[in-house]
């Protein structure tokens, strides 16, 4: 499944389906990142209903009236069966008053959607029911998720992982969409056949990318182990939370930051800058929302292993978004699922720039232990540095070498690899006190016995 529509003439129509269970605030905050999910996307979001409902699990989803509303906002295309069936109690229908104010109010002008968008997960008879009633193209909050990533993904394995999990969301669609009559349902002519192929040919698609997946999850194993020996920061955090713009800043790289949801979705690894002896590496992570596809959090525990492999986690949190707390415990969520639990950690309350003096000092007496930041003020950049730095070095043991002078090449590598904190010049040696990791002064050990 695909999003056809040109993105640049797209309006979109939001739905969100209150429950006993999803309403409130949490409905609300949830509309409005959806809205910000299809901005990504290029399309329009036009406006927004809501109805509250007792599940989201009916056939058409909506009661027939809201659903014949909604048509007409979508200019009648479809067919909406107004019949109620045989034995079927309708239940009574509620329009949802809560404002939206991130998205347009419910008042639309007539006919100006082109597609529907709903704010939860929607069966594959769900799906195909309310396009037949509607006229429009219809999308799950899922389908639009992996459609962002899908023209996100950039390296070899986002791009795998990706396809992984859409194929997984197209296959039962395909069962659907494959059988559109009777008599494809009943094995009469080729349709059958036709679907049958459709089917064979994602399973072989599947299985060839979970391989070719596997080597390349082998391969970035490798490259983790290599730097196993090296103290590592990961930056986790939701999407859109401001990692990107931080990681460009301790790094002095040109790692991409945009003002949109999952604007990064491969692990980028940097040295921290300015650069340290021993070097200290840093990564940016995918962000994280709520409701993420579980294909998707499954496709991306390799992308996440940075996460588990890092010495230090630095939480980065958009402390501007009031819902950032929310966000947290989603981040926490995701996290707790790929085994990262012990690690160092250290919340970040970013984009402070956009916070005022009352509103920083609050946060700050909320959370004591945490770091205000923006990633455009070079003195945070410098506090974070500093940071970093310590916890590093707090890990690091202190010992003394000896180096006689006739030991070419020590000298440079112990400069290249480790901190040097004294040298001492004695008639024969230098006496040297360095801080390193264990790896390292194990190997430089190694080699001094063998001179």
């Not at 990107?244 to 040109?254: E, P, Q, V, W, Y």
């Not at 590496?281 to 998707?296: A, C, E, N, R, Y």
């Amino acid at each position: 499944m695909q999003l056809t529509a040109k993105a640049s003439r797209t309006n979109a129509l939001l739905i969100s389906i209150c429950t006993p269970d999803f309403k409130g605030d949490e409905a609300t905050e949830s509309l409005a990142e959806l809205a910000r999910l299809v901005t990504t996307l290029g399309f329009k979001v036009v406006g927004s209903q809501s109805q509250k409902q007792s599940s989201t699990k009916k056939i058409n989803v909506l009661g027939l009236g809201k659903l014949a509303e909604i048509a007409h906002l979508t200019g009648n295309k479809g067919e909406v069966n107004t019949e109620v069936e045989a034995g079927e109690v309708l239940p009574e229908e509620e329009v949802d008053e809560t404002p939206f104010s991130d998205i347009p109010s419910d008042n639309l002008p007539f006919a100006c959607a082109d597609v529907v968008v709903f704010d939860c997960d929607l069966s594959p008879s769900q799906l195909r029911n309310v396009e037949n009633q509607l006229g429009v193209e219809v999308f799950d909050r899922t389908g639009i998720i992996i459609e962002i990533f899908s023209r996100h993904a950039r390296t070899k394995t986002a791009k795998l992982q990706v396809e992984i999990a859409r194929l997984n969301y197209v296959a039962p669609r395909l069962r659907e969409t494959s059988c559109g009559d009777k008599e494809r349902q009943m094995g009469k002519g080729a349709g059958e056949t036709t679907l049958e192929l459709n089917r064979r040919k994602v399973r072989d698609q599947l299985a060839d990318l979970k391989r070719e997946l596997v080597s390349v999850q082998d391969e970035m194993k490798g490259r983790r182990s290599q730097r196993a020996e090296l103290f590592c920061v990961a930056l986790v955090g939701y999407t859109n939370a401001g990692k990107s713009s931080l990681m460009r800043a301790i790094t002095g790289s040109d790692v991409e930051g945009e003002n949109k949801l999952f604007a990064t979705l491969d692990t980028t690894v940097r040295a921290l800058f300015p650069i340290t002896q021993p070097r200290i590496l840093v990564s940016d992570t995918v962000g994280f929302i709520k409701k993420l596809p579980h294909d998707l959090v499954a496709s991306f525990h390799s992308t996440l292993a940075e996460a588990h492999d890092a010495s230090l986690l630095l939480y980065v949190v958009d402390a501007s978004d009031p819902s950032f707390r929310a966000q947290l415990d989603v981040v926490h969520g995701v996290l707790e699922e790929v085994g990262v639990e012990d690690s160092k950690k250290l919340l970040i309350l970013n984009k402070s720039d956009q916070l005022s003096s009352e509103q920083q000092q609050a946060l700050m007496d909320e959370f004591p232990e945490a770091m205000m930041t923006s990633a455009r003020d070079p003195a945070d950049i410098s506090k974070l540095h500093k940071y970093i730095v310590a916890i590093a070095q707090d890990e690091m043991i202190e010992e003394e070498i000896i180096v006689p002078y006739t030991a070419n090449g020590i000298i440079g590598e112990i400069r290249s690899k480790m901190s040097v904190t004294k040298e001492e010049y004695e008639s024969d040696h230098i006496k040297i006190t360095v801080r390193s990791n264990a790896i390292d002064l194990a190997r430089l050990k190694k080699r001094m016995q063998s001179l």
